[in-house]
């Protein structure tokens, strides 16, 4: 049976958890969307309580058979209600809701912080590329955007899944890093701070990514071991993902 109403109870929790970070952190779960999130999701540990999907998705996309068998339980959904749901102008028509995992354990080696990187595209990109570059996991101030939300979750393009993402008080786990031995430094625009590419990166390390309209705070900054710059020309600042992949590089040499 194919589920054609906006106001079925299933069609209205996947369009709010979709939306409303409050329900999402209430809940304990997320909405994955489209072929490439699902079949991250089904090949990582994580429980997927639900899954919807439209009869033109079964058809045409392998992962939607795979969500299905993986999923505790599943519906048919009309492409009419795929759009309602979706984030995107053109769904692929694959949704899944997947509980979070527990609290995460914080793993030792080289870290990135995020204090108050509020675009959700940049905070997906800096997760995708730590984890491509072998960094142990993200640490996010409460101002980041929602690691959990459709546009995030697209640009991690599933390292969301498998990378250690912690909401935290970025100055108190700086004090508490550096008491366990971490050399943690501040990225900034200020050539007073030490270049980076002239710093060797210890492995106990972590850097910290500030907002893309003001760095890191002052109370981060006082925290930090010390501060570090990218030198650039021809150009005021780099977006904060750029930066990061930058940054994030020279750490995980």
Known sequence: MELTSRKNDIVRRFRELSRDK???????????EGDHLCKEAVQSSLEISFALVT????KKYPAAQELIAAAKGYAV?????AEYISD?????????????????????????????????GNVGTIIRTAEALGIKAVLLSPACADVYSPKTLRASMGSVFRLPCITCDIPQMIAT?????????????????????DISFPDKSAVVIGSEGSGIS?????ACTGGLYIPISGAESLNAAAAASIILWELSK
């Open 22 to 32: 409050k329900l999402r952190d209430a809940q304990g779960a997320f909405v994955a």
């Open 55 to 58: 009869e033109r998705a079964l």
């Open 77 to 81: 959904i009309s492409e009419d209600i």
């Open 88 to 120: 995107t102008k053109a769904p692929q028509g694959l949704f899944a809701e997947i509980r979070r995992s527990a609290a995460a354990q914080m793993p030792s080696g080289k870290l990135v912080m995020l204090d108050g990187v509020q675009d959700p």
């Open 177 to 197: 890093l550096r008491s366990d031995g971490y050399s943690v430094y501040g990225s900034m625009l200020d050539e007073a701070a030490q270049r980076l590419g």
């Open 218 to 222: 002052d109370a981060t900054a006082s």
